[in-house]
């Protein structure tokens, strides 16, 4: 058993901990979302578009947090904007948005004299460098989005199965999906910390596909996504601390990995149940 | 143009409507009344606006002039008293939920925002079941459903929504003969009801035999009236145009199986008679 607790001793390790098990279940929640929607390529792309927030924030010495939230809200409204009323197509405004923005990033982040480490850090993530106030800005804000998903359960729903439905019940579908976008984009840049922005779509897709396999509900699906996700974070970091490897990859592996057993061998559906 | 004589007040009222996508309109100045609990087939060639129609009445699709009144106010003052069955209907069908949670969504329409359902809302959600079938399907994936499953499903969740009027696109195209016998029962059952009902099909016998009137469509209103009334060659010639064959028993006969996407071409074959 000591070998569970000697992390703990560090304060970081513990603050670490608790940031990677929040991230990693309003992670798998949202990622819920992006699973049955398809909404993948937009989860990565609103990660990497938050990239020029970071970065200004960063220029400023302000918090990244808010830099990254400021960001990722212009971002989603854009998406929103350009594919209002079908101009142009939304996997078509995502790639414009998302490849202008990561290249300001970038563009803004050249410019700083510690270049290298600092965007190792935002792309990769720093989870055992989370603050005190991180970890409750973590909290709050994972608080928000779970309260808003589980307020909108049942419009979240019908607007996700069946836009037909949703326009017959005369739900307001656009600012519904303008919703659903804002708490996406919290959520990515709240898994900032953890898996930064290169993998944060692990985190949202990966345990929301374990999850998918073994379920035929949407609130049991988000259940076990959380507890995939929670589950990866912990497992994830502990490897981290053993074996000295980057927290993010550690716990984005460990989901791959969780992924895997449940495609091959989960009850409902496996790859190799079937075939036996 | 015969117009039915409404019994009692109309309680769907279509003024003069145009309505379309992005080009030119589909639907041109149309114009009837439908008086409550009436059971009328809505009959034209492809293309004619049928769905365009009914995608108009459930607010999917603005207008581009006219108006519609159901119990005497616009469109959008009765929130959850109309209900639409698309003929494919576009859903995903690998979604994470079950036959029931499918069928009570027909119930949300009726909850507040945050009211989660109750004992009545799942009382309705079983008798829908158990009307078109698919109680035994209830705790099933809608992963694992055959087509005509998937069609009483959608028709449970619209009889779910305890509607007013009910509107069916195609019901009878390309299902299995089960979901065929329990959509005519749906039929009888929504006539006890007193629930208006509007069904577009290909099929005339159909149309002649189970409605108390047709609407017969092509791109502008063409006729309105009981089965004999509008079923006359003249009409289907004006509706389908060449496609029309009056057999010598007096029977006719419509080819339409495969006809063009844009069928205005029909519209000026009238004069070929």
């Known amino acids: 058993m000591n070998w569970l607790l000697e992390p703990l001793q560090y304060a970081f390790m513990v603050r670490g901990l608790l940031a990677a098990v929040l991230v990693g279940v309003l992670c798998a929640i949202m990622g819920t979302y992006v699973v049955i ?30 830099g990254a939230l400021v960001a990722s809200v212009v971002i989603a409204l854009g998406i929103g904007l350009f594919s209002r009323g079908g101009m142009v197509k939304e996997d078509t405004a995502i790639g414009i948005l998302f490849a202008a923005a990561l290249a300001l990033g970038v563009a803004l982040i050249s410019s ?15 989870v055992l460098g989370v603050s005190t106030g991180d970890l409750w800005m973590t909290a709050g804000l994972g608080f928000c989005v779970l309260l808003v998903v589980a307020i909108n359960f049942k419009q979240f729903m019908v607007i996700s199965f069946d836009s037909v439905l949703a326009a017959t019940l005369r739900l307001p579908a656009e600012f519904l999906r303008n919703l659903m976008l804002l708490l996406l984009a919290v959520t990515v840049v709240v898994s900032l910390q953890t898996v930064g922005v290169g993998l944060s779509v692990a985190m949202l897709v990966t345990p929301a596909a374990a999850a998918y396999l073994l379920t035929r509900r949407l609130l049991p699906m988000m259940l076990v996504s959380a507890l995939i996700g929670a589950c990866s974070s912990l497992i994830g970091l502990y490897l981290s601390f053993y074996l000295n490897i980057v927290s993010g990859s550690a716990i984005v592996l460990t989901a791959t990995v969780i992924f895997l057993v449940v495609f091959l061998f989960n009850p409902l559906q496996g790859l190799l149940r079937r075939r036996s | ?131 078109m079938g698919i109680t035994e399907l209830a705790n099933r994936s809608i992963r694992d ?76 209103l063409l006729a309105y009236g009981t089965p004999q009334e509008v079923l006359t060659p003249e009409y289907l010639r004006q509706a389908f145009g060449t496609h029309v064959l009056k057999l010598a028993d007096g029977a006719v006969l419509v080819d339409d199986c495969c006809p063009p996407e844009d069928d205005h071409v029909h519209g000026s074959s009238r004069e070929a008679e």
């Open chain 2, 1 to 131: 143009m015969e117009k039915i004589s409404p019994q009692e007040p109309a309680r769907l009222e279509i003024e003069s409507i145009s309505v379309g996508y992005n080009g030119a309109p589909v639907l041109q100045d149309v114009t009837f009344q439908i008086p409550h609990g009436a059971r009328v087939a809505v009959v034209g060639p492809n293309g004619a606006g049928k769905s365009t129609l009914f995608k108009a009445l459930v607010g999917l699709l603005p207008l581009r002039s006219g108006q519609i009144f159901i119990h005497e106010m616009p469109l959008g003052h009765h929130l959850d008293c109309v209900a639409y069955v698309p003929q494919r209907s576009e859903v995903d069908w690998r979604f994470p939920v079950t036959v029931a949670d499918v069928v009570m969504m027909g119930r949300y329409g009726q909850m507040r925002w945050l009211q989660t359902p109750g004992r009545a809302d799942r009382e309705v959600v079983r008798t829908s079941m158990l009307q």
């Open chain 2, 145 to 220: 459903l055959s087509g005509g499953q998937q069609q009483r499903v959608f028709l449970a969740r619209a009889l779910a929504q305890q509607p007013h009027i009910f509107l069916m696109d195609e019901p009878f195209t390309g299902v299995d003969s089960t979901t065929q016998e329990a959509t005519l029962q749906l039929l009888d059952h929504l006539r006890q009801q007193n629930v208006t009902v509007l069904i577009s099909t290909h099929d005339l016998t159909l149309a002649a035999s189970r409605f108390d009137s047709i609407l017969l469509l092509n791109k502008r």
């Open chain 1, 37 to 66: 929607r398809g909404m993948a390529f937009l989860g990565d792309a609103m990660a990497h578009a938050i990239l020029p927030g970071v970065a200004i924030a960063y220029l400023l010495h302000g918090n990244l947090l808010v």
């Open chain 1, 112 to 126: 700083i004299q510690t270049y290298a480490v600092d965007l190792s850090h935002i792309l990769f993530g720093n």
